[in-house]
């Protein structure tokens, strides 16, 4: 089931043609909770739950349970401007169960970065907050005088 144009057929070995498939499927993260056996994933719209299943089961050698597919509507927005309406793709949702002893947990890519960042960012606000405070003491003395009129 390919839409794509492939090269005619040419006399002779060995022949030059590669033949893929349509269909993609890409692991996201879950808005709301799920079991931890339970996998989201988005996938093209052509995709069954049957065609999920064997794509799993085929390529990856996962273990599927069941699939349950949905399809997510777009957002849609209104230009402010112009006052046209315009709406993002929708998006089929798959959702596949593992079985029960099988546990996924979504990657932490960058935990090192993460923390880093979480400390950077504390003193940061740490330092503000001190700023500010020196700030306020300087001026304790003449209230109403605006900001930036400052010794």
């Given at each position: 089931?390919?839409t794509r144009?492939?090269?005619?057929y040419?006399?002779?070995?060995?022949?030059?043609?590669?033949?893929?498939?349509?269909?993609?499927m890409?692991?996201?993260?879950?808005?709301?909770?799920?079991p931890?056996?339970?996998?989201?994933?988005?996938?093209?719209?052509?995709m069954?739950k049957?065609d999920?299943?064997?794509?799993l089961?085929?390529?990856?050698?996962?273990?599927?349970?069941?699939?349950?597919?949905?399809?997510?509507?777009?957002?849609?927005?209104?230009?402010?401007?112009?006052?046209y309406?315009?709406?993002?793709?929708?998006?089929?949702?798959a959702?596949?169960?593992?079985?029960?002893?099988?546990?996924?947990?979504f990657?932490n890519?960058?935990?090192?970065?993460?923390?880093?960042?979480?400390?950077?960012?504390?003193?940061?606000?740490?330092?503000?907050?001190?700023?500010?405070?020196?700030?306020?003491?300087?001026?304790?003395?003449?209230?109403?005088?605006?900001?930036?009129?400052?010794?």
């Amino acid at each position: 089931m390919s839409t794509r144009w492939y090269p005619i057929y040419q006399r002779g070995n060995p022949q030059l043609r590669v033949f893929l498939p349509n269909f993609w499927m890409k692991l996201i993260r879950s808005e709301h909770e799920q079991p931890p056996n339970v996998v989201q994933f988005s996938c093209s719209m052509e995709m069954t739950k049957y065609d999920v299943k064997n794509y799993l089961e085929q390529i990856y050698n996962i273990p599927v349970v069941d699939v349950r597919t949905r399809i997510a509507m777009g957002k849609t927005k209104r230009d402010l401007i112009g006052g046209y309406i315009s709406k993002h793709e929708d998006t089929k949702l798959a959702y596949v169960t593992l079985p029960k002893e099988t546990k996924f947990e979504f990657p932490n890519l960058f935990p090192s970065e993460a923390k880093q960042k979480m400390e950077d960012d504390k003193k940061s606000l740490d330092e503000a907050k001190k700023n500010h405070k020196k700030y306020l003491e300087k001026n304790k003395h003449r209230p109403g005088t605006p900001g930036w009129f400052t010794i």
